[in-house]
């Protein structure tokens, strides 16, 4: 009934195990394509908000130029109206050179002019007759000044606004708004209106530009007229972007050019031709501030989607070890159901051993009795005495193995048990490696047959001897004992149900491949031949389990082996109790040197 029992759990438990495998690995593709979805809706939401800011910042720059294009319009509108006023007065007065009313004329109209630096009058002969500022500081001739040589040059030419010029007094650049002055039919000369590049920087300060942004008004030929942020060495000077001034930037033309470098950096320039005046205002944003939300935003979104790889990664790892648990679960598990089959063959073999060798001890001492003493008899009869012995002994270790031996089962103290019978494991380490003990004061009692308990110590020092290569030295065995905490239960598969004491033996030895590792528990398997008998890992296998408890085997080839025997725990004063039958076996996740 037992057996079916276990044969019923075995079954459960494989198809659980295939379960979890099945769903670890729907899970992890379901991780993956989750996280390649979000990838791409968030990669495609932060592409759309990148063509929506360029969009916004484009459409804020054509608002901003359109007005930086009524302004200066409406600035040079102005200037031009007075100078017609002005034009008129002249050829109606005929004033003489520096007339005082005319002077005063002259600085009237200056005051209506806020972005004119002053207004004269050139005569015919490229002389200044008459200025709001007159006696005027230079009075050299202007006859090589490009505002008054095309008036000479282009008799039909009525007004004009003439690129930068530097002033010959040293007060600066000024843009020269001109007028021809006709009196009599004859070419009297051109009224000018100095205007000040200045006044269109401090229209552009109120305009309170963010940081990147730059407006530049410039003249038709690309000459810098003015800008801000002020930067007077660029003032005069030529601009290189030809698709500002191609030929196909008519009057009137406005457009916005996005200079693109990379995912991240765009430069965009907007700009407008004014209808009437020769110039082109613009505005500039730098990649820094151009796209710097959305940068945020991609930096915000890059951690969120570090966030979600992290947790995706942590799931598929803990997935993993998952899967990885129940392969060595399932390998428990197999390894239980083998050594369960090889138990209850054994168990039986040994009980029917033992009744033939009743037998013949019987008849032994029939015989013993029936003939009278002889030297040669008595040898002889002695001589199967001792085999009787020995196969009762091999007899019990089989029965302890397939957990039907007796055991005489209560609470001992294991750092105690271990330091009285130190000389016992010493002797059996012999001289090929030194035994230490390593206990923790804290080790609680445990269950155990403590005979059984000292003879399983002995028998894994003798097997941590065995694996130690003579040709490196002196090898080292190590006892520990300790608690075993649920963290630790969880690591090495135990059942957390109860605390557990553990004991375990670490040797400095040649430890074993997994192709032992899967057969060291098993009865009669010895990696020694001749040697061995192959029962002393399985004498302690059934003992541990026996007592409800769990051993654990880690090795690396080439490296040493520890084993792990866990043995339930219990209070020092607790009454004895009858051992727990152990239904799973301990799970073998490395090894030693198999012996016995």
Request: hydrophobic fraction near 45%; aromatic fraction near 6%; charged fraction near 20%.
């Amino acid at each position: 009934m037992m057996t079916q029992c276990a044969d019923h759990c075995g079954k459960i438990a494989r198809m659980a195990i295939a379960e979890l495998r099945s769903d670890s690995r729907s899970t992890v593709g379901i991780a993956a394509l989750l996280w390649l979805l979000v990838s791409a809706l968030v990669f495609s939401l932060l592409l759309h908000e990148r063509r929506v800011q360029l969009a916004r910042a484009e459409g804020t720059a054509r608002a901003l130029t359109m007005l930086m294009q009524a302004h200066t319009e409406s600035a040079f509108d102005a200037v031009d109206l007075v100078l017609a006023g002005v034009v008129d007065a002249y050829a109606a007065l005929r004033p003489a050179a520096d007339d005082p009313r005319f002077r005063a004329l002259l600085r009237q109209r200056l005051a209506e002019l806020p972005s004119v630096r002053a207004i004269f009058i050139v005569g015919p002969d490229g002389r200044i007759r008459n200025g709001s500022d007159f006696p005027n500081p230079s009075s050299a001739p202007l006859t090589d000044r490009e505002y008054f040589r095309r008036y000479v040059d282009d008799p039909t030419l009525v007004h004009a606004i003439s690129p930068p010029v530097y002033s010959r007094a040293g007060l600066g650049w000024f843009n020269a708004a001109t007028r021809r002055i006709v009196v009599d039919g004859r070419f009297a000369g051109v009224a000018v209106a100095a205007v000040e590049p200045t006044h269109f920087e401090a229209l552009y300060r109120s305009m309170e530009l963010g940081p990147g942004q730059t407006i530049e008004l410039f003249y038709e030929d690309r000459t810098r007229v003015a800008r801000y942020p002020a930067d007077d060495s660029k003032i005069g000077r030529k601009a290189t972007r030809e698709e500002v001034f191609g030929t196909s930037a008519g009057n009137g033309a406005a457009a916005t050019i996005a200079a693109r470098d990379g995912l991240f950096h765009v430069r965009m320039t907007s700009y407008r031709r004014l209808g009437d005046a020769p110039f082109v205002v613009t505005l500039t944003q730098e990649p820094p501030s151009l796209l710097a939300a959305w940068r945020a935003e991609v930096f915000g979104a890059a951690l969120a989607m570090a966030a979600l790889t992290g947790l995706l990664i942590a799931l598929v790892v803990q997935l993993r070890r998952k899967r990885q648990m129940a392969a060595r679960v399932s390998q428990r598990i197999a390894q239980s159901e083998r050594i369960e089959a090889v138990g209850q063959l054994t168990g039986g073999i040994a009980h029917d051993f033992a009744n033939l060798l009743g037998i013949v001890r019987t008849n032994l001492a029939i015989i013993e009795r029936l003939h009278p003493p002889d030297v040669r008899v008595r040898k002889a009869l002695e001589t199967s005495e001792r085999a009787v012995a020995n196969a009762r002994r091999l007899i019990d270790q089989l029965l302890l193995f397939a957990r039907r031996g007796s055991l005489d089962v209560h609470p001992i103290d294991p750092n105690e048990a271990l330091q009285r019978h130190l000389d016992l494991l010493r002797q059996a380490a012999g001289r090929q490696a030194r035994v230490e003990l390593v206990l923790d004061e804290k080790t609680p009692w445990c269950l155990a047959d403590e005979s059984q308990f000292v003879a399983a110590m002995v028998n894994l020092v003798a097997n941590a001897r065995d694996a130690i290569d003579d040709s490196l030295g002196r090898g080292s065995i190590t006892v520990q004992t300790g608690r075993v905490s649920d963290a630790q239960a969880a690591e090495w598969g135990l059942d957390a149900v109860r605390p557990l004491v553990r004991v375990s033996v670490v040797d400095s030895g040649v430890g074993m491949d997994e192709k032992v590792l899967a057969h060291v528990f098993e009865p009669f398997f010895t990696t020694k031949g001749n040697e061995g008998t192959g029962l002393g890992l399985a004498q302690v296998y059934g003992f541990v389990n026996q007592l409800g408890g769990e051993v654990r085997i880690e090795s690396t080839l080439g490296q040493g082996s520890a084993v792990h025997l866990f043995f339930p725990a219990v209070q020092a004063d607790a009454a004895p109790v009858q051992p727990a039958v152990a239904t799973t076996p301990s799970e073998t996740s490395a090894s030693i040197s198999a012996s016995g």
